[in-house]
């Protein structure tokens, strides 16, 4: 029995992404490239499907490539690992999250300043932009 393969455009089309992408996504190691027959279309096994959209659902999860290339080195079956590295994104998120609502805080106060600004000295906005970082 002949196991089910598809041309590139095919796999991008059921994996729903563009073409470009999965020739990217051989680039760099995320999927093999299969090699190319003396005549016709590399065919590439139905399987990659599964494999592209994990990596297009880890990336919406804050999943670099890089980092889902490690994931996929690691495999299904070490779920320790896998989750060792699910925390370690969780908590960068979380940070990023916290580093931003900290960003919001200070944008609201410049805001606020703005609104009190009577004398029309120069703008709280942009006088705070224009100071060094260590001011």
Known sequence: MKTET????RLADRADINIESVRYYERV???RQPRK???GY???PVELVERIRFVKRAQAYGFSLHEI???LKIGDGRCH???????EKRDYINNQINDLKKLVQT???LIEACDLNQSNSGCPIVKTFSQSPTA
């Open 29 to 31: 190691g995320l999927i």
């Open 42 to 44: 590399r065919q590439y």
């Open 107 to 109: 944008l609201d106060q």
């Open 81 to 87: 690992d896998v989750q060792q590295k699910a925390i």
């Open 37 to 39: 027959p003396v005549s």
């Open 69 to 71: 290339k490690d994931l």
């Open 6 to 9: 598809l041309t590139i455009g």
